[in-house]
């Protein structure tokens, strides 16, 4: 999938928060393992698989969702690919109204409590549910002013976001895009986690 969508130049995850993010903590994927799946599937009740209902993803990564359709239904996950517009999407999840399963992207800036606080917290416009554990600790880390003991409330927090598999991280998104024989300086990666050319402040072309 990295490969079909990214030329293979996004960056396989097991973790939601990306790891040029100050406090996030790296997790590797999982190796893909279907006869695996199936076998925890079957210890967790269904043998047969399931129906997972809709898969909706972010617009306009069609073609992911179909993949993941695929990937799910290889185990026994059954889902219907469900498209929207991209508008529509974005209301339909902060208004809690999509159901089944839910292929995101995300992209505030900042460091990982910016994205903790969007998709796990209470408050968060795309969190779906609220752990009390998580969210005392993310009350406590946003009160602490030593760094090292924020970091190591952040770091619990993604540990108990990732041993309850509360999202299912595929890649670090590389955006593609090309720069013209006149530019001289892009901007590219000078903002870390950030997909465009910026500051535009610093764009240059090259004299004639």
């Not at 399931?50 to 799910?72: I, K, Q, R």
């Amino acid at each position: 999938m990295n490969q079909a969508e990214t030329l293979g130049l996004s960056r396989p995850t097991g973790a939601l928060i990306p790891r040029v993010l100050e406090f996030s903590r790296v997790y590797e994927p999982p190796p893909y393992d279907p006869a695996l799946a199936k076998k925890l599937l079957a210890e967790a009740g269904y043998p047969s698989g399931f129906d997972a209902g809709d898969l909706t993803p972010f617009p306009p990564f069609f073609s992911m969702g179909e993949a993941l359709v695929t990937y799910l239904q290889a185990v026994g996950i059954r889902t219907r690919l469900r498209t929207m517009e991209r508008a529509a999407f974005l209301s339909a999840w902060r208004e809690k109204k999509l159901r089944g399963v839910i292929m995101g992207l995300g992209a505030p800036a900042g460091n990982a409590a910016t994205r903790i606080e969007v998709y796990v917290t209470k408050n968060g416009i795309y969190s779906s549910g609220v752990v009390p554990e998580i969210e005392d600790l993310f009350q406590r880390q946003a009160r602490e002013l030593d760094r090292r003991k924020r970091e190591a409330l952040l770091h619990q927090i993604q540990q108990i976001m990732h041993d309850r598999v509360m999202h299912v991280p595929i890649f670090e998104l590389a955006f593609l895009w090309g720069v013209g024989p006149r530019v001289d300086e892009a901007g590219v990666d000078r903002i870390k986690g950030f997909s465009y050319s910026a500051p535009y402040e610093d764009l240059t072309l090259k004299a004639k």
